[in-house]
């Protein structure tokens, strides 16, 4: 305690008694919970990616420098892990997602056995420590969590009650694939299974490679054949619903195929439904959900489900979603930029201003799409463009044509 005397121009005098608690000189932090981690169960067989939602808690005047995820597959040994390290910014309590490299994944594998680990220095220190998850309050770096290596998954339904099954494919950054079934979709109990399919090796069974045709297939059709579909658009899950003899689908479920281990930036979807693959039919897409990339879809038959890309895109299915965006908003998060959707690699496009000079070029996009973001150069590399309206054009690499119109980028 002490006692602070000011003295004023008239020359009184007051005197103020402050307490105050000494706090402790700088102490190790507790670093109980290095992260916050929703264990994977399952990662797929066929997409082999191992995604972790991971979630860091510095504790007390501590800084995270990197973050890694270590792993080995059964058979392998255990003190000379693999490493995938985050490539990114480590924010406190903040969620962000580390990975395995597939090329690390054996080609023939039941699990894999996985820890995080987060490398640390104190606050003005530069002494450096570690901590573990599933490990917590200590270095060793004894414990691994396993996770199993699996193409299917199998849930026991009831017709008087119904239910869900969903296969996990150990990418947590989006949903999974699955379907409900509501009380009275399906006649008889049993078992429903979802299972991923390798859509090399299910139809190598049926058809050489090279007899693939690459002829647009047309959805006014009731009926197609294998040679009629354009295989190059297919994307995400390929699976096998089905259901123990005896369960039969009484109403359709509703189903939701995840792309999300594809990088397409399509925005229009269809379904393709085969019992055997020897003829196909297009089943209703009901809804698509772009930001979790799902497509949903009614389950009325057992059988194989394809994901695929539109065939049947017109030329408004890739101009921008919005023809005017405002830079000020990107204060507050509204800005997105203008997205040209539905594009492939090899698709090109450009923007001019109405002078004719071109300010910008797109030649990669993301899992967003194709997005000018209103800045010169290429691929939203330089400067910010003025305020004005430009033109695009679209050079889509497979038709061969050019789609252009304007848009308004205002400051």
């Known amino acids: 305690m002490f006692t602070s005397v000011f003295v004023f121009a008239d020359s009184s005098t007051i005197a103020v008694l402050t307490s105050y608690v000494e706090f402790p000189k700088f102490r190790e932090a507790i670093f109980e919970k290095p992260t916050e981690v929703t264990a994977v169960g399952n990662v797929s067989g066929i997409e082999k990616l191992l995604k972790i939602e991971t979630q860091i808690d510095f504790g007390m005047y501590k800084t995270a420098e990197k973050a890694e995820l270590l792993y080995y597959f059964d058979g392998e040994d255990s003190s000379n892990p693999h490493s995938s390290v985050y490539d990114g910014e480590i924010q406190n309590k903040k969620s962000f997602y580390l990975s395995t490299n597939k090329e690390d994944f054996p080609a023939s594998s039941s699990h894999i056995n996985y820890q995080i680990k987060v490398t640390f220095k104190k606050e003005n220190d530069d002494s450096i420590g570690s901590a573990y998850w599933p490990t917590q309050l200590t ?17 026991y339904i009831t017709g008087s009650e119904g239910g869900t099954i969903t296969y996990d494919d150990g990418n947590q950054e989006y949903p999974d694939t699955g379907v409900t079934f509501e009380a009275g979709d399906v006649n008889g109990n049993g078992n429903v299974y979802i299972e991923e399919v390798s859509f090399e090796d299910f139809f190598a069974g049926l058809f050489p490679v090279s007899g693939i045709a690459r002829s647009a297939a047309l959805k006014a059709a009731s009926s ?4 009629e579909i354009d295989w190059s658009k297919r994307v995400g899950n390929f699976v096998w619903i089905h259901a123990d003899d005896g369960v039969s689908i009484e ?19 269809d379904v393709l439904f085969t019992s055997n693959g020897a003829s196909f039919k297009y089943i209703t897409v009901t809804s698509i959900d772009k930001s ?8 009325a038959e057992w059988g194989y489900y394809i994901l695929m890309v539109s ?5 408004n299915d ?3 979603e919005k023809r005017v965006r405002v830079k000020s908003r990107i204060a507050n998060g509204t800005y997105e930029g203008f997205k040209f959707g539905n594009l492939e690699e090899g ?48 050079k889509l690499k497979e038709k061969g044509k050019i789609i252009s119109g304007t848009i308004a980028f205002v400051w």
């Open 347 to 394: 698709d090109v496009v450009k923007i001019f201003n109405l002078n004719g000079k071109k300010i910008a070029e797109l030649t990669a996009g993301s899992s967003n799409g194709f997005v000018w973001k209103g800045k010169k150069d290429t691929n939203n590399s330089g400067d910010w463009a003025e305020s004005g309206t430009y033109v695009y054009q679209i």
């Open 292 to 299: 979790q990339k799902l497509v949903h879809f009614p389950v």
């Open 318 to 320: 890739y101009r921008p």
């Open 224 to 227: 197609l054949t294998y040679g």
């Open 251 to 269: 109403h359709p479920g509703a189903g939701h195929l995840s792309y999300a281990s594809s990088d397409t930036t399509a925005t229009k979807f």
């Open 139 to 155: 270095t060793s770096s004894d414990t691994f969590h396993p996770a199993t290596i699996s193409t299917s998954t199998s849930t």
């Open 311 to 315: 065939s049947n895109l017109d030329d």
